[in-house]
């Protein structure tokens, strides 16, 4: 069974940057279809943002594209989420996501003075 936990979510000033970690346990990422970061802002619908295969292809969502990064250290069996010039608007619980299964409990992005 599969197990997500994100951490580094936090407090951030506007134009500030973050990087978010998503450990994962019970598979190794190599065997996990893909892995795949969402958002949801308060009042508003989940939204994706980036995925990786097990293979090591990227994809980003257009709205975060050129800010959000994707990446893994096959190693620690982490996925990452860098995030770069972090507006208000970015302010949400960031999720992992093994296989459109399998959540993590979600971590908070404050972005705010």
């Known amino acids: 069974q599969i197990q997500l936990v994100e951490s580094g979510g936090g407090l951030v000033q506007p134009g500030g940057s973050l990087t978010l970690e998503c450990a994962a346990s019970g598979k190794l990422l190599a065997n996990i279809i893909a892995m795949r970061w969402y958002r949801q802002a308060p009042g508003k619908s989940r939204e994706w943002l980036a995925a990786?295969?097990?293979?090591?292809?990227?994809a980003h969502a257009q709205a975060v594209r050129g800010r959000f990064f994707i990446s893994r250290d096959i190693s620690r069996n982490t996925v990452y989420l860098e995030m770069r010039n972090l507006n208000v608007e970015d302010t949400a619980t960031y999720y992992c996501?093994?296989?459109?299964?399998?959540w993590g409990q979600g971590t908070q992005v404050t972005v705010s003075y």
């Open positions: 996501n093994a296989d459109d299964v399998i």
């Open positions: 990786m295969t097990s293979g090591g292809n990227t």
